[in-house]
T-cell receptor
Framework: NAGVTQTPKFQVLKTGQSMTLQCAQD?????MSWYRQDPGMGLRLIHY???????DQGEVPNGYNVSRSTTEDFPLRLLSAAPSQTSVYFC?????????????FGDGTRLSIL | GQQLNQSPQSMFIQEGEDVSMNCTSS?????WLWYKQDPGEGPVLLIA???AGELTSNGRLTAQFGITRKDSFLNISASIPSDVGIYFC?????????????WGLGTSLAVNP
């Protein structure tokens, strides 16, 4: 079982470029989310989805878009990368976060914006 | 955004010592989760707590859901070098169909062999 798979693991972008961070899970989880992790800031929620076709904003959504066309995939798009978006990005999934079912995390994407 | 108060921020201990860390909140939760993050990896669930007063163990780890529902504790007994990492607490109050976990800022643990 692969669990939560994130690609790429590392990426360097120039300011203004766009890119998509991929996230896929094979556990048939309804709930998926994206976090960014910065030193001293812990995990901050960017966007989340409670099921296919449903997305909502988290704590720090500006500069990011998401879509959830299938249960398995939850890509995160940076429309115009900025140096402030340099961070480590984690995707997570849960069978039912609403009743406290824990999230399973991917190994992260380390993104640098020059 | 809302965050939990997690303490201590960092710890440096000798192998074999016991470790204790905690999280407190101004809001009540009905789920507490404890995760560990190793360098270069994503957080991994250690213990999940669902009931006030609940005490749950996972090997050398023991976590408790505070009776007031506003705090939780994680203890590690007889620490070993592989306990090194960052420990995060997270809380959920699912009233009103809430779907967002609240995270602590982490406790960084270093173990001296």
């Amino acid at each position: 079982n692969a669990g939560v798979t994130q690609t790429p693991k590392f990426q360097v972008l120039k300011t203004g470029q766009s890119m998509t961070l991929q996230c896929a899970q094979d556990m048939n989880h309804e709930y998926m989310s994206w976090y960014r992790q910065d030193p001293g800031m812990g995990l901050r929620l960017i966007h989340y989805s409670v099921g296919a076709g449903i997305t909502d904003q988290g704590e720090v959504p500006n500069g990011y878009n998401v879509s959830r066309s299938t249960t398995e995939d939850f890509p995160l798009r940076l429309l115009s990368a900025a140096p402030s978006q340099t961070s480590v990005y984690f995707c997570a999934s849960s069978s039912n976060l609403g009743i406290g079912q824990p999230q399973h995390f991917g190994d992260g994407t380390r993104l640098s914006i020059l | 955004g809302q965050q939990l108060n997690q303490s201590p921020q960092s710890m440096f201990i000798q192998e074999g010592e016991d470790v204790s860390m905690n999280c407190t909140s101004s809001s009540i939760f009905n789920t507490w989760l404890w995760y560990k993050q190793d360098p270069g990896e994503g957080p991994v669930l250690l213990i999940a707590l669902y009931k006030a007063g609940e005490l749950t163990s996972n090997g050398r780890l023991t976590a408790q859901f505070g009776i007031t529902r506003k705090d939780s504790f994680l203890n590690i007994s007889a620490s070993i070098p592989s306990d090194v990492g960052i420990y995060f607490c997270a809380g959920l109050n699912n009233a009103g169909n809430n779907r967002k976990l609240i995270w602590g800022l982490g406790t960084s643990l270093a173990v001296n062999p």
